[in-house]
C-alpha cells in the first residue's frame, strides 16, 4: 500500500450522468495530482493542487471539476463525459518540491472509468 | 514542452537475465528522473530515481543511471524474477507552472515479461 486510497476502484457511467471520485492521502504530504491513463498513451497530468490550492490544470474538458477541501482529500466530479473519456483515472500525492527539486509521487490504485 | 521518449515497448528475458530500459528527454532543465512500476490492477509505484547532480544510483537488483550531455538515462535490472514482470515507467521533470512544483512527463511504458 502507498498510503494513497481512492474510490471507487470501478465506475460504468452513462454521459447524462454525474459522479464523484475521491482520493484520500495519508503520507502528510500538501501535493495533490490527477492523472488519466489511457491505453497506449502516456500518464496525462489533468490536475495540480498545492496546499489546496489548483496550480495546474492541464486544458483539461471542463466537465472534469476537481475539489480539493483540505490537504488530505481531493475528488474529481464528473458530468456529461463521452465514451473517450473512459480510462483508469489516478491520483498521486507529494511533498511540494525542495531545493534540488524533488518531486516523489506516491499513487492510488486508480479509478476504473468506463463510460456508456 | 517536455517530451519523453521510452524504449522498448515490450521486453521479453529469461529468468536471471539482464533487462535494460532506456529514455530520453528534450528539457534539459529537467532535474529529477523517476521510475514506476506498475502490476496489473494497481497504480505506479515509485521503485527508484534519480537527481541531476547524479550519475548513477543502485538499490539491491535496480539501478538508474543519467547521462545529462546525451539527456538520456536508463533503468537496468538484474538477475531477472518472474515477479518484475510489470509495465515501467519512466519520467522527467518538466517546466514549473507557478510555484515550486514542477510536473512529471511520463514515458509510453515498457511492458516487461520475465520467462521462468
Known amino acids: 500500500e502507498t498510503g494513497v486510497t481512492q474510490t471507487p476502484r470501478h465506475l460504468v457511467m452513462g454521459m447524462t450522468n454525474k459522479k464523484s471520485l475521491k482520493c484520500e492521502q495519508h503520507?502528510?504530504?500538501?501535493?495533490m495530482y490527477w492523472y488519466k491513463q489511457s491505453a497506449k498513451k502516456p500518464l496525462e497530468l489533468m490536475f495540480v493542487?498545492?496546499?489546496?490550492?489548483?496550480?495546474e490544470n492541464n486544458s483539461v474538458p471542463s466537465r472534469f471539476s476537481p475539489e480539493c477541501p483540505n490537504s488530505s482529500h481531493l475528488f474529481l466530479h464528473l458530468h456529461t463525459l463521452q465514451p473517450e473519456d473512459s480510462a483508469l483515472y489516478l491520483c498521486?500525492?507529494?511533498?511540494?518540491?525542495?531545493?534540488?527539486?524533488?518531486?516523489?509521487?506516491?499513487f492510488g490504485p486508480g479509478t476504473r472509468l468506463t463510460v456508456t | 514542452g517536455e517530451n519523453v521518449e521510452q524504449h522498448p515497448s515490450t521486453l521479453s528475458v529469461q529468468e536471471g537475465d539482464s533487462a535494460v530500459i532506456k529514455c530520453t528527454y528534450s528539457?534539459?532543465?529537467?532535474?529529477?528522473f523517476p521510475w514506476y512500476k506498475q502490476e496489473l490492477g494497481k497504480g505506479p509505484q515509485l521503485i527508484i530515481d534519480?537527481?541531476?547532480?547524479?550519475g548513477e544510483k543502485k538499490d539491491q537488483r535496480i539501478a538508474v543511471t543519467l547521462n545529462k550531455t546525451a539527456k538520456h538515462f536508463s533503468l537496468h535490472i538484474t538477475e531477472t524474477q518472474p515477479e518484475d514482470s510489470a509495465v515501467y515507467f519512466c519520467?522527467?521533470?518538466?517546466?514549473?507552472?507557478?510555484?515550486?512544483?514542477?510536473?512529471?512527463?511520463f514515458g509510453k511504458g515498457t511492458k516487461l515479461s520475465v520467462k521462468p
Open positions: 528539457d534539459s532543465a529537467s532535474n529529477y
Open positions: 498521486a500525492s507529494s511533498q511540494e518540491a525542495d531545493s534540488l527539486g524533488s518531486y516523489e509521487q506516491y
Open positions: 503520507l502528510g504530504h500538501n501535493a
Open positions: 519520467a522527467a521533470t518538466g517546466a514549473n507552472y507557478g510555484g515550486s512544483q514542477g510536473n512529471l512527463i
Open positions: 493542487y498545492s496546499l489546496e490550492e489548483r496550480v
Open positions: 534519480i537527481r541531476s547532480n547524479v
